[in-house]
């Protein structure tokens, strides 16, 4: 479904367990990012009220889980560190086209999106798996199919609005830039690092 053209190696799993306050703090800002994400695509477009009213639920959910990510630190006597860069999410937008219409633009901005939900969704789906903690593998399995769900509303907008552009090539064309950026990821305890 997701279409990523190269799997995280599963050995990122250990390097996340070695630090599980880092991967903790790292996922929250992720989370908190991925609300603001929406929010900024609803003030751009705003003359979309289905794009508004969706975009809208799935702030509060990033927010939501934003929220339960910080409930487990601090239920683990962990604190919520500063706000983490994610050099993933900076180098892949350097993909996204700047120019061009405010159609082109909402819709590369959809793709991108849908982007980092589906990396994001395929990294729960491998902790749900792999991690040796019940609580962290259940909790991740729940949210790789919330992750699930907002990558197929960001697709699905991209395609709705984007009819005169061909959404499909330029997809493509970022699953395999996507793909090549990966490569340098999966050394550290982040969400996409």
Aim: glycine content about 6%; overall charge negative; proline content about 2%.
């Amino acid at each position: 479904m997701l279409h990523l053209k190269l799997e995280t190696d599963p050995r990122w799993v250990n390097i996340v367990e070695s630090n599980i306050e880092e991967i903790l703090t790292d996922h929250a800002w992720c989370e908190q990012k991925a609300a603001t994400n929406a929010i900024t695509i609803i003030t751009l477009n705003s003359e979309y009220p289905d794009l508004v009213t969706e975009l809208l639920e799935l702030a509060k959910e990033e927010l939501e889980h934003f929220e339960m990510v910080h409930e487990i630190i601090k239920k683990r006597g962990f604190k919520l560190g500063r706000e983490r860069k994610d050099s993933y999410v900076n180098e892949l937008y350097k993909f996204m086209n700047k120019g061009g219409s405010r159609l082109n633009s909402m819709v590369d901005r959809l793709l991108f999106s849908a982007m980092i939900e589906a990396r994001s969704c395929e990294r729960f789906k491998l902790l749900s798996k792999e991690i040796n903690d019940p609580e962290l593998s259940k909790f991740y399995h729940d949210l790789m199919i919330s992750e699930a769900g907002h990558y197929t509303t960001f697709i699905g907008f991209a395609r709705k609005y984007g009819k005169d552009i061909d959404v499909d090539s330029r997809w493509k064309e970022l699953v395999e830039f996507e793909g090549e950026l990966i490569k340098s990821y999966g050394k550290h305890e982040t969400i996409h690092g």
